[in-house]
């Protein structure tokens, strides 16, 4: 690597500490708001390897807030484009672009291997699978989200240090949680909280000690607050209990958040022929459907479909998830 390129970040950490960035591997889980920031700076600080893992396109309302992206990246997979951003910045870093879903079924052969793993994602489920595989695995994680202009950040090693749910025991129901429909987000807010993980996240990766407690901030109202977790372990962590990598699911059907529509997913992940369902759809529905490398669009039953080759479809319009459920049936097979 170039030293000049690291120069002023290595007077700080010392020669040893910059140089051990190059030999870390990192994977980020979610390329939106917060990953978007968290990637940037690792990828420009040097980090040896990075594994970029988002399921989603960018779409045009993501511009306000996720700044790997542009217009020109409308459409693409956002794991994706943001490895081609990272490479304009570092092409020195070693990344690996992953369009994937992240279920019990894949975590932890996407996620082993890795010095740090990151969260960029905006769930709980996702969150709670995350602190299940570093619990398996030994891998310390990040906890990071943002909301409105409130934000944490968290680091845990468990079992080493608290886990998630030695805080928040079980996921919040969707209706007790807002969401960017229901709250909106800020950029600048993102931006604060997704820089604190990359910091937290640099100095575990140089061989210091991360901030022990949750970091919770409200930089509307200028409030922070430092949350410490129980001193008691919970069981999960105590006996190396991991049930959401252990669930097992074959297909769920979701209402979109804060839209009309639902969403489809399977588990394990597989890889569909869209060539021949495109062909099926076209006679089923008369209509052109409109087939790229990543996706299948068209019209069916008035609702607007995407279907991914990795097995998640997308239903926009007026429709239930047990209707959407059977019209997967009925046209995927599965």
Known sequence: MDGARTAKQRIFLGAEADAALRRKRVALVGLGATGSVQAAWLARGGVGHLTLMDR??????????????????LGRFKAEAAATRLAEAN??????????????????????GFDLILDGTDNFEARFLLNDVALRTGTPWIYAGAIGAEGVVWPLNPPRTPCLRCLLEEPPSSGD???????????????????????????????KEPHEELARFDLWRNERQFIRAPAERCRFCKEGITEFLDARWTLRASALCGLEGVQ???????HLDLEGIAARLRTRTGTPWTLSDPALRGEDGGCRVTLFRDGRAILHGPVTPERARGWYTEVVGC
Do not use: H
């Open 91 to 112: 092409p020195e870093v070693d990344l690996r672009p992953v369009v994937a879903d992240l279920t019990s079924g894949n975590a932890l052969e996407l996620l082993s």
């Open 264 to 270: 489809i997913r399977v588990n394990p992940p597989g």
């Open 177 to 207: 949680v807002d969401t960017c429909d229901s709250a909106g987000v800020l950029g600048p807010a993102v931006g604060v909280i997704g820089s604190w993980a990359a910091l937290e996240a640099l100095k575990i990766l140089s061989g």
């Open 56 to 73: 989603d396109l960018v779409e045009l309302s993501n511009l306000q807030r996720q700044i790997l992206y542009t217009e020109g990246d």
